[in-house]
């Protein structure tokens, strides 16, 4: 069946410019969560959503970063002012619902800022 | 959050079991044991998931000791597909967790 999409799958951008970056969740999962991964870095958490709302969103590493998701379905993650420290891969998860459930992800978005 | 060790790396043959040892000895009564793996390029990948018995899936099986302060991730039959990094991660069970947290884990080689 369909898995966690996401894309663009890379990403290359002038520092300063705006990103978006696309999650499409598994159909019928209402809880979806973005993670980014820096190079030699572990997984670090950003922000989950139970549905259309975010309860936490302590992760997000400075108020450049925001998301969103309508319709229960799709998210995306937007970086404003897009800094070279923001390079990384960003991962995108979603399950069934919060809790002690498998979290199916994404491949990523490579984000590459010059 | 529970603490686990996990050796930096280790080295298989194709075909031969893998026994992955990962140890959380702050482990919480209600932390239940999860597993994945990071093939290159690729997102985690949920492998498998148990609070104190042993647990079986199509991809691997789940060893965890009877204090609960060690589990075994068992890989019966190494493929070359196998070679990944292993995560084990606590994951407490409260019903408003949500966050995986990932350590270094351990990066299996897999030899043909």
């Known amino acids: 069946g369909a898995g966690v999409s996401q894309s663009p799958s890379n990403k290359v951008t002038e520092k300063g410019k705006d990103v978006e970056l696309r999650c499409d969740p598994i159909s019928g999962h209402t809880a979806l969560y973005w993670y980014r991964q820096s190079l030699g870095q572990g997984l670090e958490f950003l922000i989950y959503f139970q549905g259309n709302s975010a309860p936490d969103k302590s992760g997000l590493p400075s108020d450049r970063f925001s998301a969103e998701r309508t319709g229960g379905s799709v998210s995306t993650l937007t970086i404003q002012r897009t800094q070279q420290e923001d390079s990384a891969v960003y991962l995108c998860?979603?399950?069934?619902?919060?809790?002690?459930?498998?979290?199916?992800f994404g491949d990523g978005t490579r984000l590459s800022i010059l | 959050d529970a603490k686990t060790t996990q050796p930096n790396s280790m080295e298989s043959n194709e075909e031969e079991p893998v026994h992955l040892p990962c140890n959380h000895s702050?482990?919480?009564?209600?932390?239940?044991i999860h597993w994945y793996r990071q093939l290159p390029s690729q997102g985690p990948e949920y492998v498998i998931h148990g609070l104190t018995s042993n647990v079986n899936n199509r991809m691997a099986s789940l060893a965890i000791a009877e204090d609960r302060k060690s589990s075994t991730l068992i890989l019966h039959r190494a493929t070359l597909r196998d070679a990944a990094v292993y995560y084990c991660i606590p994951f407490n069970s409260g019903g408003s967790n949500y966050k995986l947290t990932f350590g270094k884990g351990t990066l299996l080689t897999v030899n043909p």
């Open positions: 998860a979603s399950s069934f619902r919060v809790g002690n459930q498998p979290q199916h």
């Open positions: 702050t482990i919480s009564g209600t932390d239940y």
